[in-house]
């Protein structure tokens, strides 16, 4: 047992440490394009973290994420736009204006992706199993069609930011700073989701994913655990969608696309659900396996969907399981 | 908004609905008896319109498309059926869901491969072009007709295929109990292959059917296959006479929303934005009727209570 | 006469034509074991649900420390003071014991929303979980996961989650199911003591343990009480024999 588990703890160190590795590497030799690759990987890894929450530690299948992580890209966006523009968002009742300063837009995009999941969640949350899954990916399609159909920030085509927004003392635009502030904010999204997961509240999320009849039975009401995680979950993939939309300075509707829930799900049983690095790793694992597949073929999605078919039909549990030797099965 | 175009859309917004029946029927049959969500579904409904457009362009035979569309889209069916899907029916909703997206990955990239990116286009079949006038003076497009006609028809021939058939009683049997029918000695991997492969020509007649409507085109199906899902959770999972009731209401108050509420608007509010607050609030429209439904049934209007 | 602290008067809970529960009053009283008994089919299982809040009786009221609980849903039941066992042992297979009972703790102490803090290392959670865990013959086996647990085990972890809920009553769902002789030897002398914490409304088949421990029964038959008074009583009554014992005729 000692053993395994300080194996897997070796196992995590690196997977977190990879990417500043890769990083370093990249900076020595001038390969700015990894450089932005591993802030891709951070980005996402931090958006899949986040709706692992729900799904590995709660057990909510939500199909429906990519609206979060849209959310908090169009908040960016929007804020950002309106900074360009100088052009108050609103003047009644009271004024607001844009900002360039990243960590307002997070502020910003953490509380509205939170008030988003409040708001699907208190739906989608009556339901339990398939009603779940499809609830939350026809929520996540409304918020779609609504971005392509809302004629005010670019529709279908989407939104420019044209200028990445700042950091107080650092030089956003290069590519390092903002990957350090990417990573910076992935290590600590990592740590909030160990400390929620190992708190009575993460004891009480494990229980209601596991026996909410018996959650019920010691006086804990299950919804109310599994609407704080779904809440807190929406919150982080949403913080993750307003540096995407940095790391592009670009947000369209393909951000709240069915595609994107799904890739963010992907990402997780890749690397193993309900295990802390898990989505880090299996984010880095796509995005390498879409990059080396996409230089050989443009049909790589092709052969993607074929790995991703032998993952989950033969190889349960995940890289980070494979990885620590322990054949474990999420559930 | 005059009366005769309520009624044409009223009519349009019936033949979506008819096509999401067809769709959600298969997805409905599939969850009742095998207890799948299967996302690959709209899948099956491209291979339907590609087959159809394919084979009609080849030979020049609408119906020997339509008759190909069926085809096809019941052996990718039952060929997914065996390989893939009846490895998944003892696992969780999470590796339905990956497997099952996986799939649609494969799918698309594949016939994107095979067809290239460009959309395929098919005319309306010569015998089913052009108007004819119903009561009321309404001129209304022929094929569209005939589409309704098609779905009420299989709609009813299902519902007695369920209800009075052998095979029917062992669907019903199957959503019951799943235990009981494979006791009784019925062959159930042939069953589940069947019913597979019935929901994915049902679905690929959809695609075909709409083929000559709107181009045919990779990734043409998910957005029809979550319209679906809405339909089911109005509808009651399970439920083939749910399924039915919730297509006519999507497909209705998707249609008459969209053509009417930028005009409803504009009655209080300036043209620019009525057409603004009215089309993004059509464009939400089925979803809020979802969200209502499931306030007031969690389990749909034909689901079963928990 | 004392208070009860548990009662129905005369609740009814149909399913169609099938009246499960008719007009059942029922009472418990401090430091008393109240059993529950009757063949299956009697309507033992509808009238528990309706105690623990699963389900809401179609007439009568469900009384609890005074007032009226109707109302009132599985959790808040828990949390006034109800706590259950289950017939089919009901635990968090993939927690440890310990863990399981810290949970029950956590519950019971109406404190779930704390994100920070390791619940590993909160003592809050942690002492008194490990107390009661002894307190169910388990103190040894507080690092196993339940699911690796023996089902006599798995018995008495259910009982020590209940006693982590210091509840006013116990409801106890045939705890001696499925367990050997032995086992239910062990059971019985811990439920025997557990009376004097709380009263206990004990839904039974193992007669001898019933006949050990119960100062009350009452007999359930075809969603009616047939009979109701002491051990003695109960014994000796010819229609309980006969309906439910299977004698006489």
């Known amino acids: 047992m000692g053993f395994k588990m300080s194996r897997e703890r070796i196992v995590d160190l690196a997977v977190l440490l990879m990417l500043p590795a890769a990083v370093l590497w990249a900076s020595a030799t001038g390969e700015t394009f990894t450089i932005t690759l591993a802030t891709r990987i951070a980005i996402l890894a931090i958006a899949a973290t986040g709706l692992n929450l729900a799904l590995g530690n709660g057990g909510l299948v939500s199909f429906g994420h990519a609206a979060f992580f849209g959310a908090g890209g169009y908040v960016c966006g929007i804020l950002a736009s309106h900074a360009f523009t100088s052009e108050p968002l609103m003047t009644v009742p009271f004024l607001i204006e844009g900002t360039k300063s990243m960590p307002v837009i997070w502020l910003v995009a953490i509380v509205v992706s939170a008030l988003l999941a409040a708001l699907i969640g208190l739906f989608a949350l009556r339901t339990a199993g398939v009603y779940f899954i499809m609830l939350t990916l026809a929520f996540a399609q409304m918020i ?39 990573f910076v904010v992935l290590a600590l999204v990592i740590w909030l989701v160990d400390r929620f997961t190992h708190s009575r509240f993460g004891l009480a999320l494990a229980a209601a994913r596991q ?50 829930s799904g890739e963010l799900i992907v990402f997780i049983i ?18 390498v396996l879409e990059n080396t597949l996409g230089g050989w073929t443009e049909h790589w999605q092709f052969f993607v969907g074929l790995i991703l078919l032998g993952v989950v039909l033969f190889a349960r549990g995940g890289a980070i399981a494979f990885l620590s030797g322990k054949a474990s099965h999420h559930g | 908004m005059t009366w005769t175009l309520i009624a044409e859309q009223a009519l349009n917004g019936l033949q979506f609905g008819v096509m999401l029946f067809l769709m959600a029927a298969g997805l409905t049959l599939i969850f009742g008896v095998m207890g799948l969500i299967n996302l690959a579904h709209g899948s099956l409904y491209m291979v339907g319109a590609f087959a159809c457009a394919a084979v009609a362009a080849a030979t020049g035979s609408w119906w020997l498309g339509v008759a190909a569309s069926l085809v096809f889209a019941a052996a990718a069916g039952a060929v ?17 869901v990956l497997a099952t997206f996986a799939l649609i990955l494969v799918f698309s990239e594949g016939t994107r491969w095979l067809f290239g990116s460009f959309p395929l286009y098919l005319s309306v079949p010569q015998g089913l072009s052009g108007a004819v006038t119903l009561p009321g003076g309404i001129q209304y ?3 569209r007709l005939f589409i309704i006609g098609v779905g009420l028809a299989l709609a009813a021939g299902l519902m007695i295929f369920i209800a009075r058939t052998r095979v029917g009683a062992r669907i019903r049997a199957g959503q019951s109990d799943r235990e009981m029918i494979s006791a009784l000695g019925v062959n159930i991997d ?86 603004a607050v009215g089309s993004s609030l059509s464009s939400m429209l089925i979803y809020i009727v979802m969200a209502c439904v499931l306030v007031v049934r969690p389990t749909g209007l034909f689901g079963a209570k928990h | 006469m004392v208070e009860p602290i548990l009662s129905t008067a005369a609740i009814t809970k149909r399913f169609g034509a099938l009246t499960a529960c008719d007009a059942v009053d029922f ?26 809040g699963e389900q809401v009786p179609d007439e009568g009221e469900v009384s609890f420390d005074g007032a009226n609980i109707n109302a009132l849903d599985v959790p808040r039941r828990s949390a006034a003071g109800l706590a259950r066992t289950f017939q089919i042992s009901s635990l968090i297979d993939d927690f440890t014991a310990l863990e399981n009972v810290m949970l029950a703790v956590q519950g019971h102490s109406r404190r779930s929303f704390s994100f920070f803090r390791r619940a590993a290392n909160d003592k809050a959670l942690t002492e008194p979980a490990m107390t009661h865990l002894t307190d169910a013959g388990l103190g040894s086996r507080a690092n196993e996961k339940a699911a690796s647990l023996s089902h006599g085990e798995r ?22 199911a499925g367990i050997g002789p032995g086992g239910s030897v062990v059971l019985t002398s811990i439920l025997d003591g557990l009376r004097a914490q709380a009263p206990i409304l004990l839904v039974e088949h193992d007669m001898d343990a019933v006949f050990a421990l119960a100062d009350r029964v009452t007999v359930l038959v075809g969603g009616k009480v047939i009979a109701h008074g002491s051990v003695d009583d109960i014994r000796s009554d010819p229609q309980v024999r006969e309906a439910y014992l299977g004698e006489g005729a």
């Open chain 3, 155 to 176: 018995r008495q972890l259910e009982l020590g989650m209940a006693l982590a809920l210091k509840p006013k009553v116990f409801l106890m769902d045939e705890p001696m």
């Open chain 1, 270 to 287: 890749l690397g193993g659900t309900a295990r802390l690095f898990g989505p880090l790793l299996g984010a880095a694992l796509f995005v």
């Open chain 2, 80 to 96: 997914v059926e065996l390989a893939v899907i009846r490895r998944l029916y003892k696992r969780d909703h999470l590796d339905q």
């Open chain 1, 144 to 182: 779609y069609y609504f971005a392509i159909s809302f004629p005010g920030y670019g529709g279908e085509d989407g939104l420019p930011t044209y200028v990445r927004n700042g950091f107080p003392g650092l030089n956003t635009l290069v590519p390092l700073p903002f990957f350090i502030v990417c």
């Open chain 1, 211 to 260: 026996n909410g009849e018996r959650l019920e039975a010691v006086g804990i009401a299950p919804f109310r655990i599994r609407y704080v995680a779904f809440i807190l979950s929406g919150a982080i993939t949403g913080l993750a969608g307003a540096l995407y939309t940095d790391l592009n300075r670009f947000v369209s509707p393909s951000m709240l696309s069915w595609q994107t």
């Open chain 2, 141 to 143: 497009p022929l094929f």
């Open chain 3, 27 to 52: 009472d418990l009283r401090a430091g008393e074991i109240h059993a529950l008994i009757g063949p299956n089919g009697a309507g033992k299982s509808t009238f528990i649900r309706q105690i623990t």
């Open chain 2, 190 to 275: 042939r069953l589940y292959t069947l019913v597979f492969a019935l929901g994915a020509a049902l679905a690929g007649l959809a695609g075909a059917l709409v083929a000559s409507l709107q181009s045919v085109q990779v990734g043409m199906g998910e957005p029809v296959l979550i319209l679906a899902f809405v339909v089911i959770i109005i509808g009651g999972l399970g439920s083939i006479p749910g399924a039915f009731v919730g297509a006519l209401i999507v497909g209705l108050s998707d249609t008459l929303g969209r053509s009417m509420l930028p005009a409803l608007f504009a009655q209080f509010m300036e043209p620019s934005s009525a057409t």
